[in-house]
């Protein structure tokens, strides 16, 4: 089974500092890839994804990530902090379960806390 | 609008008491989801459907139950066997099983007393 490590359960930043959320994953074979946010008592949304197309996938809100097979990591980043942007992120491995789903493991979150 | 919609979005309910979480979608799609996220750990699956009248055991399934009779309904029944049922209930839905992309509703967060 995939496993997720989001390294740091919380992250702190000024506005306007620049953001890296750490996440690695174990897998054999080239994975899909996701970021999601989260803001307080709200479901999740999709920030990006990778699906093996290019290996810098830009997503909303001015936030992107890289995709590094050989370090297996898929690091978050953001140039400048936003005080909107403090909320938890979670990233996510997708991989094909018995019926043909493909089912998100999902890392344990990251808070990111923004001062002003 | 399309979306997810989970109902209530606050539930109190006493120990030893069933509890049945609504998840409805309008999206016309194929697969949904349940989760549950306890602070710390993330979401884990309880349990998926691929299509109606068919749904699988996730990771953590014991003390919940399921029906899928409706395409846009996908029900959580939570039930006295759930030893520690007290957590941020979210489901999901997504096009089809082959999608690699699952999209949330706002969720319910259920407190046993």
């Known amino acids: 089974a995939q496993s997720v490590t989001q390294l740091g359960s919380h992250v702190s930043v000024s506005e306007g500092a620049l953001v890296l959320l750490r996440c690695n994953y174990s897998s054999s074979v080239p994975p899909y890839l996701f970021w999601y946010v989260q803001y307080p008592n709200q479901g999740l949304q999709l920030l990006l994804k990778?699906?093996?197309?290019?290996?810098l996938v830009k997503g909303i809100n001015g936030f992107e990530a890289e995709f590094k097979k050989s370090e297996t990591s898929f690091h978050l980043t953001k140039p400048s902090a936003h005080m909107s942007d403090a909320a938890e992120y979670f990233c996510?491995?997708?991989?094909?379960?018995?019926?043909?789903?493909?089912?998100?493991?999902f890392g344990r979150g990251t808070s990111l806390i923004v001062h002003p | 609008d399309g979306g997810i919609t989970q109902s209530p979005k606050y539930l109190f309910r006493k120990e030893g008491q069933n509890v049945t979480l609504s998840c409805e979608q309008n999206l016309n799609h194929d697969a949904m989801y349940w989760y549950r996220q306890d602070p710390g750990q993330g979401l884990r699956l309880i349990y998926y459907s691929q299509i109606v009248n068919d749904f699988q055991k996730g990771d953590i399934a014991e003390g919940y139950s399921v029906s899928r009779e409706k395409k846009e309904s996908f029900p959580l029944t939570v039930t006295s066997a759930q030893k520690n049922p007290t957590a941020f209930y979210l489901c999901?839905?997504?096009?089809?099983?082959?999608?690699?992309?699952?999209?949330f509703g706002p969720g319910t967060r259920l407190t046993v007393l």
């Open positions: 996510a491995v997708s991989e094909l379960r018995s019926g043909g789903s493909y089912i998100p493991t």
């Open positions: 999901a839905s997504s096009p089809n099983r082959g999608s690699d992309t699952q999209y």
């Open positions: 990778y699906t093996s197309a290019a290996t």
